[in-house]
């Protein structure tokens, strides 16, 4: 099972992304489950097969997430899952666990973003998670050419050195998601 938390700050699509690169997944024949982790969603845009909010109330996301991650109930429904891929959707924002300290519970970031961020950003979020970090730049069709081919693929991260252009709500970029997907972190 490969456990990918995906993160990032608030609208760039990241709940979507989850929903949408399950389903393709799916139709590959994949055994992929979701897990939801922001408590303070008032709605989700599709039903997880683990919601963070049927084991902790709260509004305070980092706490929750905190909660969950050192929460051995929580963590034996992740580890119950028989799937090749468990795709853990994070509450807005990056904060949040940059600055936690917090048990390794994925095996590798997906960082969504509506552009490229700069390579010590995601050093930041891999070094925070003690995992890898992939920037996944999401809403491709609002980069310009010349922004599709900034020096995204420069990213360094422990073992992993690029980042990939997709579209959640077009399922652009899903093949090479697919195939990162499948690699244990």
Not at 24 to 36: D, E, F
């Amino acid at each position: 099972m490969n456990r990918i938390l995906v993160c990032g700050p608030h609208a760039v699509g990241k709940s979507l992304l989850v929903y949408t690169f399950s389903k393709y997944l799916q139709h590959k024949g994949v055994s992929v489950k979701t897990v939801h982790l922001d408590p303070a969603a008032k709605r989700l845009s599709f039903v997880p097969d683990l919601d963070v909010r049927h084991f902790f109330r709260g509004t305070d996301s980092e706490e929750t997430v905190q909660k969950a991650v050192r929460d051995k109930t929580f963590q034996d429904e992740v580890s119950s899952f028989k799937a090749d891929v468990v795709l853990l959707d994070a509450p807005s924002g990056l904060d949040w666990f940059l600055f936690s300290r917090l048990p390794r519970f994925c095996d590798e970031a997906w960082l969504v973003t509506a552009e490229p961020v700069t390579a010590s950003l995601a050093k930041a979020v891999s070094d925070a998670l003690g995992v890898d970090a992939l920037n996944v730049v999401n809403q491709r069709q609002r980069l310009t050419g010349q922004q599709k081919t900034l020096s995204l693929f420069s990213l360094q991260t422990p073992r992993q050195s690029h980042g990939v252009f997709v579209n959640a709500w077009e399922r652009e970029g899903f093949v090479e998601l697919h195939q990162l997907a499948l690699r244990k972190g």
